[in-house]
C-alpha cells in the first residue's frame, strides 16, 4: 500500500529550496488551516475554492467567507520561508454537482457518489492550475479521518494522466494530510482562529444521513 505522506515528503526534500506553484483545492477553512501552515513553507499557494457539492448558497457562503478569513490570518502572520496566499473562488453552481451525482443520491457516503463529486473538484481543479502556470495540484480532502486518500490520489493521478494527453503540464501532488497528526492540528488551528467547523461533509445528502443518524 502506498504511503502518499512519505511521497509528498520526498518531493519536498527533492525541491532543494525551489519554491513551486501549488494549486491547493480547498473544500472549507478548517480543513485549509493545517495544509496551508505545512505547505506554505515550501510552496507559492493559490487555493480554489471550489465546492458546488455544498448544496446550500447560504452555507457556501458561510465557508467561503471563512475560507477568505483564514487566508487573511495566514498572510498577516508570515512564516520566515512564505509567500502571499492568493485565493480563487468561481461562482458557486450546485446543479454542476446535481447533474455529475444523478442517480448516486442514494449512495452511502464514501461510496461512489464521493468518487464522482471528487472528480468534479479535482477536474476543475486541474483546468484552473492550467491556466494560472501552476507546477502542481493537490486537495485538502486527503486530511479528512473519512475520506480514503488512495482513492482521491488515485483520482488524481488519472486526471493527470488525461491532461497530459492534451498538453497539460501541470502534476498532481500526492497527499494524506490526516498522516503526521495532520488532522489533530487541524482541529487546533481551527480553534486558534475561532473557525467555523461544520458538522457534515457538503451536499444535500451527507446532511441527511447525519440528521437520520442523530435521530437512531
Ligand atoms: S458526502 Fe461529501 S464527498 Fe461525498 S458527495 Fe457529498 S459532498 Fe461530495
Redesign the pocket.
Known amino acids: 500500500m502506498r504511503n502518499y505522506q512519505k511521497e509528498l515528503d520526498q518531493i519536498i526534500d527533492g525541491l532543494h529550496g525551489v519554491r513551486p506553484k501549488l494549486l491547493l483545492h480547498a473544500c472549507c477553512a478548517p480543513c485549509s488551516s493545517y495544509c496551508l501552515e505545512y505547505l506554505r513553507e515550501y510552496f507559492d499557494i493559490t487555493v480554489f475554492f471550489y465546492n458546488p457539492?455544498i448544496s446550500s448558497p447560504e452555507e457556501f457562503a458561510k465557508r467561503l467567507a471563512e475560507e477568505e478569513r483564514l487566508i487573511r490570518e495566514f498572510n498577516s502572520r508570515p512564516g520566515p520561508n512564505s509567500s502571499e496566499i492568493k485565493l480563487i473562488a468561481p461562482e458557486h453552481h450546485p446543479e454542476m454537482f446535481f447533474d455529475t451525482?444523478y442517480g448516486y443520491e442514494d449512495c452511502a457516503?464514501g461510496g461512489d457518489?464521493?468518487g464522482l463529486?471528487?472528480t468534479l473538484r479535482l477536474e476543475r481543479a486541474f483546468d484552473a492550475a492550467e491556466k494560472i502556470g501552476a507546477d502542481f495540484v493537490t486537495t485538502t480532502l486527503t486530511i479528512s479521518p473519512l475520506k480514503n486518500a488512495e482513492r482521491i490520489n488515485t483520482i488524481g493521478e488519472k486526471i493527470e494522466e488525461g491532461a497530459k494527453a492534451f498538453g497539460g503540464t501541470v502534476k498532481w501532488l500526492p497527499s494524506d494530510f490526516k498522516k503526521k497528526d495532520g488532522y489533530k492540528r487541524s482541529i487546533e488551528l481551527s480553534e486558534e482562529f475561532g473557525l467555523y467547523r461544520q458538522n457534515y461533509?457538503?451536499?444535500v445528502?451527507?446532511k441527511r444521513d447525519g440528521q437520520n443518524n442523530e435521530e437512531k
Open positions: 457539492n451525482v457516503e457518489r464521493c463529486c471528487f461533509c457538503g451536499c445528502f451527507s
